[in-house]
């Protein structure tokens, strides 16, 4: 980082010596191999490039055009401390006379980032810029349009950490606060239909865009409504992008459960998360994986005739993933005749989700393929081996799961599931959750396999920029 004039005029004197050094080259024969000659030249380009952008950022900074700076950690502030005296258009001298200091400590402090500077020293410096510390520290001029937006953004329900992860680009210079507006107002505009004028204006941000297919399913009580409607807007536009790229062929999806379990076997001799994966992708359904958290559950919807199912879970429980996708492909097969279908998950605690016929028929569907048409027989065993000692319980699905040879983890969700409906039913809180979890495995990393499976059957290269950034942006963490 450039830190006063001096280092500015020699910076610039370097970044000529550099072009000319580079011009030279290009223009002369080289005296070894083409290769050795074009690495060489690209070496010096880097380093020329490097100084300009330092040499650029100390000229922004001295247009004054810095008002503030975002600090996202207090190892952030000595940089910015600097920042904030190049634009005011002090010297290090000025500011080390208002300090009292000589000029020599200043730079020395600022040569070193403030490593060798108390706290109170860097209170002291604070106050001798007369900076007002709030949650953002020094954020340019531009950036309140950032701000602005961030701030609209938030109150329609969406943070600034999704909109950072999810929605905004990545691949920006620090100081591009208008690219970086331009960019996020482009790709909030094809998500929510929502234009630049309505983003930094004053009126509120409306959720109404695809309402239609967003809105079939009631809200849970405690739930944050707002978050959950932008989220679910967000993620339909997801799946219309992949609906209108996706290369997979459309077939017909089979209702009953046995013809599922029997053809996964057939086909991949187990039933795991990767075959279960690989045989809903065959009947040409994409799923996507999103681990957001809040908002639904999983959602499943035809654009277009197109099945797309989308799974939000955060656990790396294969078990778990195996079940969610299964229960969505039930949903999937329903009301084949339409073009357009939707059915948006609720948590899978809300009793709305729990009582409802369809998603009933959806868990038994998810149940039956994972662990057989005996599915109701094991699950009982496994309580009539405990003999009613809930501390039994392990042992008991462990020992059925071995004799039955079912997976051990889908056997203690669905005997967790159980139990907790016991329950609920006779008012009692044994909760079985956590033992479940323990016999848990892992055979894969879902949410990467997921994305990696979508991703090798979409047209990437018909997508432009914008699509395909938000879509690259679904799995990053």
């Given at each position: 980082?450039?830190?006063?004039?001096?280092?500015?005029?020699?910076?610039?004197?370097?970044?000529?010596?550099?072009?000319?050094?580079?011009?030279?080259?290009?223009?002369?024969?080289?005296?070894?191999s083409?290769?050795?000659?074009?690495?060489?030249?690209?070496?010096?380009?880097?380093?020329?490039?490097?100084?300009?952008?330092?040499?650029?950022?100390?000229?922004?900074?001295?247009?004054?055009?810095?008002?503030?700076?975002?600090?996202n950690?207090i190892?952030?502030?000595?940089?910015a401390l600097?920042m904030?005296r190049i634009?005011?258009?002090?010297?290090?001298k000025?500011?080390?006379?208002?300090?009292?200091m000589?000029?020599?400590?200043?730079?020395?402090?600022?040569n070193?980032e403030?490593?060798?500077?108390?706290?109170?020293?860097?209170v002291?410096?604070?106050?001798?810029?007369?900076?007002?510390?709030?949650?953002?520290?020094?954020?340019?001029?531009?950036?309140?349009?950032?701000?602005?937006?961030?701030?609209?953004?938030?109150?329609?329900?969406?943070?600034?950490?999704?909109?950072?992860k999810?929605?905004?680009?990545?691949?920006?210079m620090?100081?591009?606060?208008?690219?970086?507006?331009?960019?996020?107002?482009?790709?909030?505009?094809?998500?929510?239909?929502?234009?630049?004028?309505?983003?930094?204006?004053?009126?509120?941000?409306v959720l109404?865009?695809?309402?239609?297919?967003l809105?079939?399913?009631?809200?849970?009580?405690?739930?944050?409504?707002?978050?959950t409607?932008?989220?679910?807007?967000?993620?339909?536009?997801?799946?219309?992008?992949?609906?209108?790229?996706?290369?997979?062929?459309?077939?017909?999806?089979?209702?009953?459960?046995?013809?599922?379990?029997?053809?996964i076997?057939e086909a991949?001799?187990?039933?795991?998360?990767?075959?279960?994966?690989s045989?809903?992708?065959n009947?040409?359904?994409?799923?996507?994986s999103?681990?957001?958290?809040?908002a639904?559950?999983?959602?499943?919807?035809?654009i277009?005739?197109?099945?797309?199912?989308?799974?939000?879970?955060?656990?790396?429980y294969?078990s778990?993933?195996?079940?969610?996708?299964?229960?969505?492909?039930?949903?999937a097969?329903?009301?084949?005749?339409?073009?357009?279908?939707?059915?948006?998950?609720?948590?899978?605690?809300?009793?709305?989700?729990?009582n409802?016929?369809e998603e009933i028929?959806?868990?038994?569907f998810?149940?039956r393929?994972?662990?057989?048409?005996?599915?109701?027989?094991?699950i009982?065993?496994?309580?009539?081996?405990?003999?009613?000692?809930?501390?039994?319980?392990k042992?008991?699905?462990?020992?059925?799961?071995?004799?039955?040879?079912?997976?051990?983890?889908?056997?203690?969700?669905?005997?967790?599931?159980?139990?907790?409906?016991?329950?609920?039913?006779n008012?009692?809180k044994v909760?079985?959750?956590?033992?479940?979890?323990?016999?848990?495995?892992?055979?894969?990393?879902?949410?990467?396999?997921?994305?990696?499976?979508?991703?090798?059957?979409?047209?990437?290269?018909?997508?432009?920029?914008?699509?395909?950034?938000?879509?690259e942006?679904i799995?990053?963490?």
């Open positions: 980082m450039i830190k006063n004039s001096k280092q500015q005029a020699l910076t610039k004197k370097r970044i000529a010596e550099f072009s000319d050094a580079i011009s030279k080259l290009q223009t002369e024969e080289p005296k070894f083409p290769l050795l000659a074009k690495a060489q030249i690209d070496a010096l380009v880097y380093q020329r490039n490097e100084l300009v952008e330092q040499a650029e950022e100390y000229d922004l900074l001295l247009a004054g055009n810095l008002a503030m700076f975002d600090v950690s190892s952030d502030l000595p940089k600097i904030s634009s005011m258009r002090l010297t290090q000025d500011l080390a006379d208002r300090l009292c000589k000029e020599q400590q200043i730079q020395r402090y600022e070193t403030y490593g060798s500077a108390s706290f109170k020293t860097l002291s410096i604070v106050e001798a810029l007369d900076l007002k510390i709030t949650e953002d520290v020094f954020l340019p001029k531009e950036s309140r349009e950032k701000n602005i937006l961030l701030s609209k953004l938030s109150d329609a329900g969406l943070d600034k950490s999704f909109i950072e999810r929605v905004a680009p990545r691949n920006l620090p100081f591009d606060y208008g690219l970086w507006v331009d960019k996020t107002v482009e790709r909030l505009n094809s998500i929510f239909g929502w234009t630049r004028e309505l983003l930094l204006g004053d009126s509120p941000l109404g865009r695809d309402a239609s297919m809105a079939r399913f009631k809200m849970p009580v405690g739930a944050n409504a707002v978050y409607s932008a989220y679910t807007q967000y993620a339909y536009s997801i799946a219309n992008i992949v609906a209108l790229n996706c290369t997979l062929k459309k077939k017909h999806i089979p209702k009953d459960f046995l013809f599922v379990r029997q053809n076997l991949y001799s187990e039933i795991t998360f990767e075959s279960v994966l045989y809903v992708t009947l040409g359904i994409p799923v996507i999103l681990n957001d958290s809040g639904f559950h999983g959602a499943t919807w035809r277009h005739g197109r099945n797309i199912i989308v799974l939000k879970q955060k656990s790396r294969t778990k993933w195996m079940f969610d996708l299964l229960h969505e492909l039930y949903h097969s329903q009301s084949p005749e339409l073009d357009e279908f939707s059915v948006v998950e609720l948590s899978e605690s809300c009793d709305e989700r729990r409802d016929q028929e959806a868990n038994n998810a149940v393929v994972l662990l057989g048409e005996k599915s109701d027989e094991y009982e065993e496994c309580f009539q081996k405990a003999k009613g000692e809930t501390h039994w319980l042992n008991s699905v462990i020992q059925v799961a071995r004799t039955h040879q079912l997976d051990c983890g889908v056997l203690a969700y669905q005997v967790a599931n159980k139990l907790d409906s016991i329950s609920k039913s008012g009692s909760n079985w959750w956590g033992a479940a979890n323990n016999l848990q495995a892992s055979t894969c990393e879902p949410n990467t396999l997921c994305f990696k499976t979508l991703t090798s059957h979409i047209n990437l290269e018909n997508l432009n920029n914008q699509d395909r950034n938000l879509l942006q799995s990053s963490d």
